[in-house]
């Protein structure tokens, strides 16, 4: 278990209606679209410690009546996981300064891994981050499905007295949890276990399981390089190396060339998963640019992974830009 405070604001704001999932290694914040069934199904598996954040990701509608457009969790651990989506975001600080970690027009969600978190807040975009410190007024929260406008976390554990109690969600029963394996992975899975630059962070064992790969294939082209298809995982660099081979899957390594040394050794990793393809910024010195169709340009943070779709461009320096090329 993490120690902290978990918490929220006694007067409504922006997202009142908000639903707020608090676990010890788990918190949420779910927009008011979110169904009561969704929620108790969320909730057990948070509550299971034998099931991961992948799974509690998977489990999130992503379609259909039942969709959940907007949501932030944080994976509390070593290293503090956020995924956010559409009108979800995290308000973190870290070294005393504050970053917002929004989805900035990702599909289906982004994600960020961030190392000595202080604090965070999670929920709506139209929410002022503030300074993230907890207020005499905040309603300290044990754990359960609340409503609220966001939701937060401290490394400190004092916590003010509460005012009232947040009006708890009725959940109904829900369907048992046999059809979720605990060694499944999605796209969050593979990147928490298998890009290994991050995993030395954690200080996680190998897993014992080796990792199903996908059937979706993908390509992408290196400035006038014929294209080539990602069906392993590939890693980019001045030297590149394989962190380690998993499951049988030999990765392939693409050197390039960085007369200025822009380039790190081991620069990016794309993946391949049942999702789409999955860029990982492996640490580099430089860091990572990237254009999305529709969505601007924007540059990773160091150990960030990003979902990338045909016409994505990526930028690793000395002009060494890589297209993703459409799915076949």
Known sequence: MVAGAFYSAEVPGPGADWRLLVTDRFLGAFGPATTVSTMSNLWRIAA????????????????????????????????????????????????????????????PWYVAELTGVERFALGPLQRSPGDLSQQPGDLPID???????????SAETAA???????????????????SLDPHDTNVLGDLGRRAASLRRHRGEPPPTAPTPETEIAAAFRLGDRAPERVDAPVYVGRQPRSPRITGGILPRLVRVDSPSREVSATHIELRPTHQG????????????VVRQP??????????????????????IGDGNVIEILAYR
């Not at 708890?168 to 048992?176: C, G, R, T």
């Open 48 to 107: 299971d410690e034998t099931l991961g954040l992948d799974a509690l990701v998977a489990a999130i509608p992503a379609r259909g009546v039942s969709v959940v457009d907007s949501y932030a969790i944080a994976a509390l651990g070593r290293t503090t996981t956020f995924v956010v989506r559409g009108g979800g975001c995290a308000d973190v600080s870290v070294g005393g300064r504050v970053r917002r970690v929004d989805a900035r027009g990702s599909e």
């Open 277 to 288: 393809l999955v860029l990982t910024d492996l640490e580099s010195t430089n860091g990572t």
């Open 294 to 315: 529709g969505t601007g340009v924007r540059r990773l943070e160091s150990g960030e992974s990003l979902a990338v779709v045909p016409g994505t461009l990526i930028d």
């Open 160 to 178: 003010a007295p509460p005012r009232s109690q947040p009006t708890p969600v009725q959940q109904p029963p829900a369907p048992p949890l046999a």
């Open 143 to 153: 754990g359960g499905v609340v409503f609220g406008p966001w939701l937060g976390w």
